[in-house]
């Protein structure tokens, strides 16, 4: 990573990291605080393990890249793993824009996450991926363009959705996800709109059972 840390506490205030071949951030048992940054050609955004990592109108931009060659390597925007290790508050994306990417936007492996007033378009994966455990709320939030725009996958993780649109994706709301795991969390969303989605609005489908 550009940018690694363990067991410290570091704000970017105004910070551009561009047309790296690793990580933008790798940081692990972290405080992170991030206002208007802008991180665009790297391999990832950034992975956060057991980490408070708040974003607030930040961008996210052709991860890894945006030579128009489909490539999965896990290439996310942000990969937000496990609640943080000091506390109960949840990590925060607010205001904040995902564009382009080879895999997911934002991938939610067992971690407690808002996000509020974000919008995510183009990604060969998810928009929003989640799974393990734990809840991620995601309000008031725009995802278009994705393979899937919200996914709630193995494990079992608590989604909440509200006030959002999911609009031109190939399926709009997914539960359920690729692999031959249990599902066992739960979508629960509200005065939102899922809607010309190519191949399914909302689709419950869990390929260990062939079935709901």
């Not at 208007?36 to 956060?48: A, V």
């Not at 995802?143 to 031109?168: K, R």
């Not at 690729?178 to 989605?197: H, V």
Request: with cysteine; proline share 3%.
């Amino acid at each position: 990573p550009v940018l690694r840390g363990t067991g410290c506490e570091v704000s970017f205030d105004h910070v551009y990291i561009f047309n790296n071949p690793g990580k933008a951030f790798g940081f692990s048992r972290s405080e992170v605080h991030m206002d208007s940054c802008l991180i665009s050609r790297c391999d990832t955004g950034g992975e956060f393990e057991l980490t408070l990592a708040n974003f607030t109108n930040c961008y996210f931009m052709d991860i890894p890249n945006d030579d128009g060659v489909e490539f999965d390597d896990d290439n996310d925007c942000l990969y937000l793993v496990m609640p943080w290790a000091g506390g109960d508050s949840p990590t925060v994306l607010e205001n904040c824009v995902f564009i382009e990417g080879k895999d997911d936007g934002i991938d939610h492996n067992g971690a407690n996450v808002i996000i509020r007033n974000c919008v995510i378009d183009g990604f060969d994966n998810e928009g929003v991926a989640t799974s393990n455990m734990n809840s991620i709320q995601i309000l008031n939030t725009l995802v278009t363009n994705c393979e899937q725009g919200i996914e709630a996958g193995y494990g079992s993780p608590q989604v909440a959705i509200d006030h959002c649109l999911m609009i031109n994706n190939e399926t709009g709301l997914r539960f359920g996800d690729w692999y031959n795991n249990e599902c066992e969390g739960s979508i629960t969303m509200t005065n939102s709109i899922s809607i010309n989605n190519s191949s399914h609005n909302v689709w419950n489908y869990v390929v260990r059972y062939g079935d709901p």
